[in-house]
């Protein structure tokens, strides 16, 4: 398997790497060791999202990959850059929870279908944002605690939310709808900011490259 490293093949596999998401795994901690984090990934010219790395390479021998292609960048830069994205976009979520919420418990629900479904990508964003922060600077997120939660557990939890949210949507339920948006989701909404606050402090804590 040929690995290409930010357009150069920099890097050479040593051993006898178990499968391909070991392989991945190597490749990382070569990084790692230069300030480096990995941003996307492709096996054989097919784009692996982070969120499916174990499906999708976990099982697969190195001799059933090609070319594996990854791109990185500098952490202190990845984490600055997101942590401000984040800032700048989370005063918005719980304002926009509550507001379609209105529009859910109001006189033409179905005005929020589309709204939702933009709310719900754009969360989503937000989530996988903060996942990448958390594995640049190597947080662990089931160990760290905000209100007696573990972040990973405020994850867990969202992500049953929005999955409820998306059957309501399927079934046109729009008083279920509105009322996680407001007692469910806003409220989670609210949070975001502070585990946001506590990426931003770990980020600071990181030893410098």
Known sequence: MKVIVDGNQNFALEGSPANVLAAVAAANKFLR????????????????????LNEELGERAVEDVDVLEIESADIGQLVDEALRELEKALPDLPVACRSLAAVFQGESPQDGFEPFQSLA???????????????????????CELQSKTIENHHEELNRFLEEAAQAMES??????????????????????????????????????
């Open 33 to 52: 060791d230069r300030g480096r984090a990995i941003m996307s990934l492709k096996a054989d010219g097919k784009d692996i999202p982070y969120s499916e």
């Open 121 to 143: 990508e754009i969360w989503r964003h937000v989530k996988t944002r903060e996942l990448h922060v958390a594995s640049a600077i190597n947080l662990n997120l089931g160990a």
């Open 172 to 209: 046109r339920d729009t008083v279920l709808l509105g009322d996680l948006l407001e007692y469910e989701l806003a409220p989670r909404a609210d949070l975001e900011s502070e585990i946001v606050a506590l990426l931003k402090q770990h980020a600071g804590e990181r030893p410098a490259s």
